[in-house]
Structure formats: structure tokens, C-alpha cells
């Protein structure tokens, strides 16, 4: 049992009105409603293949299951709140009713989208713009007591990549999480997980230079989320593609492991589990 005197709040959220425990490191697979995502073998159109693609990640050791209708690669078209809508369909009732041990994520930027998604049975709401696109978003989550992903990125636009020479990029990071999670506590909410934003609005050199110097964003006191899986930082890297990028992804997490980050966001759940049971059995 915890002691009392060991309980770090920054390592629990409050998931279905009960803590969830984050000391231990949870895996988030990446389920895509979409046609356009950059990775072909993420992508679900179907209710049955949706059903059985959570049911295999949960076999695999998936804690959470985190639902995009709408691709955040560079250069993706943003759809509307109602196209965003129809693409996710009932998939989160169908998640919750079939196999209602996994956390449910919505992948969306869209307030109006996240509202829905909510009083569908979402348990989470994961919004790559940070409350950037839409500026009632921090207001919903608040409004329904929401744990909330908070990521980093300072685009013009939710899914624009832009590339930048930053003198100092982690004090940046850190700038905006603390404005970003200041604004959240005067609004209420208090369930913040942070993502540092791997691949958007930075280059690849800045994306490694993040990964270095990434356990200082544990100041901000906040469990740490991570998502590099199949990314250009990796495969590009090592002059590759996103198809044959699962060996550098798996060398990356390992690296990311051991950093301390909470909650992992990954393509390919069996290899995460299998990493993150070698370097638990090393701590």
C-alpha cells in the first residue's frame, strides 16, 4: 500500500471518479478513424475491425485506447465538428459497452466534438492544439470535470508543422505548460496530463533535443506523456519509412522509458509492452 508521505498527486488522475494510478507506466493504443493518417496500419473504418483491433490491443497490454477521426499529420485537412463526428460514430459506446476495462481517449481540437464525445463515455479528451484552435475547449473540460491531455504546440494551425531555430526550446515548453495548466487550475481542472508534442511545430533536431532534456518537464509536477511512435523524427532519421520504422520506435521508447514518462502513445502495443516489461523487470 502507498504510504500517506509517498503519495505524489502529479502520478494519479481522476478517471471515472476514482484515482487512476500513473506511477506505473500505461500504454495508449492509437486507434484512427480516418482515411488519411500517416501510418496505413492505424487506420479503422469498420465497427466489427474497430472492436477487434481494441480487443487484440487490450490482449496485448493497452491500458487506454486513443480515438482520432480527424489526421494530424502536416498538411491533413481539418474537418468540421460534424464531419469529426460522423467518423467516430458510435465507436465510443460500442468501446465502452464491449470491453469497458480500457480507458477511452478522443483524439479532437474541436470543443463541440469533445462536449459530444464526453457525454458519449469518453473518459478522456486529447487535444494536440493545447486549447489553441478552440477557444471554449479549456471551458467544456472544465464544465465536465475531464481529465485532459495538454499538448505543446505553437503552430498557426492544429495540424501545421513549421520549422523553427529555437535559442531555448525546453524553457519554452515549459513556459506554456505552466501558463496552460495555470488558466486550467482557475478554471477548475486539475487532471492534466502533458505531451510534449513530438513532431509538431519543431524540427527534427529539436525533436531529439526535446527527448534529451525531457525529465526537466518533471518540475511542472504533471504525469508525462509521450508520442514519437513511427514519426518522421524516427524514420527519416534512419532514412526509412513510417512502415519500417517498429525497430527505431521500439529504440526510442526504451530510451523514453527510462525518463520517466507516464503514459506512452503507440501504434504497435504488443512491442511497448514487451519493452516496458524488460526495463520495469530492471528497476
Not at 523553427?164 to 487532471?191: P, T, W
Not at 496530463?193 to 531529439?208: A, L, Q, R, S, V
Not at 504488443?270 to 528497476?283: H, I, N, P, R
Amino acid at each position: 500500500m502507498t504510504k500517506i508521505t509517498e503519495f505524489k498527486h502529479s502520478q494519479f488522475i481522476r478517471v471515472r471518479n476514482e484515482l487512476y494510478d500513473l506511477n506505473e507506466p500505461r500504454i495508449m493504443g492509437i486507434i484512427n478513424l480516418t482515411p488519411d493518417s500517416f501510418w496505413e496500419g492505424s487506420r479503422v473504418r469498420e465497427e466489427k475491425f474497430l472492436l477487434e483491433k481494441v480487443e487484440k490491443m487490450v490482449e496485448e497490454g493497452a491500458d487506454m485506447i486513443d480515438l482520432g477521426a480527424v489526421s494530424t499529420r502536416p498538411g491533413a485537412t481539418i474537418l468540421s465538428s460534424k464531419e469529426e463526428r460522423e467518423r467516430l460514430g458510435v465507436s465510443i459506446q460500442l468501446i465502452r459497452k464491449e470491453i469497458p476495462s480500457v480507458i477511452v481517449s478522443v483524439d479532437t481540437f474541436h470543443a463541440e466534438t469533445a462536449s459530444w464525445a464526453i457525454n458519449d463515455g469518453a473518459d478522456l479528451i486529447n487535444d494536440v492544439s493545447g486549447g489553441q484552435y478552440d477557444e471554449q475547449m479549456f471551458d467544456v473540460i472544465a464544465q465536465n470535470k475531464t481529465p485532459y491531455i495538454l499538448m505543446h504546440s505553437d503552430g498557426q494551425g492544429a495540424t501545421q508543422l513549421k520549422t523553427s531555430n529555437r535559442e531555448n526550446l525546453i524553457n519554452e515548453v515549459i513556459r506554456y505548460f505552466a501558463q496552460k495548466i495555470e488558466l486550467l487550475n482557475q478554471k477548475g481542472v486539475s487532471d492534466i496530463i502533458i505531451d510534449p508534442g513530438f513532431g509538431f511545430d519543431k524540427t527534427i533536431e529539436e525533436n531529439f533535443l526535446l527527448a534529451k532534456q525531457l525529465e526537466l518537464l518533471h518540475i511542472l509536477n504533471r504525469p508525462l506523456l509521450v508520442g514519437v511512435s513511427r514519426k518522421s523524427m524516427i524514420y527519416k532519421t534512419l532514412q526509412l519509412d513510417a512502415e519500417s520504422s517498429l525497430n527505431g520506435t521500439t529504440a526510442m521508447h526504451s530510451a523514453l522509458f527510462q525518463k520517466k514518462c507516464n503514459v506512452f502513445r503507440v501504434h504497435d502495443v504488443k512491442e511497448m509492452a514487451q519493452v516496458k516489461e524488460l526495463l520495469v523487470g530492471l528497476s
